[in-house]
């Protein structure tokens, strides 16, 4: 059996610092933010294309344009609350906030 060199190994909060600074900083929090929508993003295209629909209907489903569909579901804009909520809504997945 082979013995893998770990020295070169390294964990994921190490690269993570390492490119985006360290947890608390701007860039580290900007990092989140964007990997956060990106994330958000495919979950709500992934389940449009489910109910197979296309970013037209579904931008019409909730009064807004299909380039903004298309940017959510890219991670490239920060969406407003309201809009996300329209969304959920026309994509039938529920949304439950705890405290």
Do not use: C, W
């Amino acid at each position: 059996m082979k013995k893998i060199d770990t020295s070169k190994l390294f964990d994921a909060e190490t690269l993570l610092t390492a490119h985006h600074g360290a947890p608390g900083t701007e860039s580290r929090r900007q990092f989140e933010d964007d990997a956060r929508a990106y994330y958000y993003g495919v979950i709500l295209r992934d389940r449009r294309k489910e109910l197979k629909m296309t970013q037209q209907q579904l931008a019409d489903k909730v009064g807004t344009q299909r380039s903004y569909i298309s940017r959510i579901e890219r991670g490239q804009t920060d969406i407003q609350v309201s809009s996300f909520m329209r969304i959920l809504s026309a994509l039938n997945i529920g949304f439950e906030l705890k405290m």
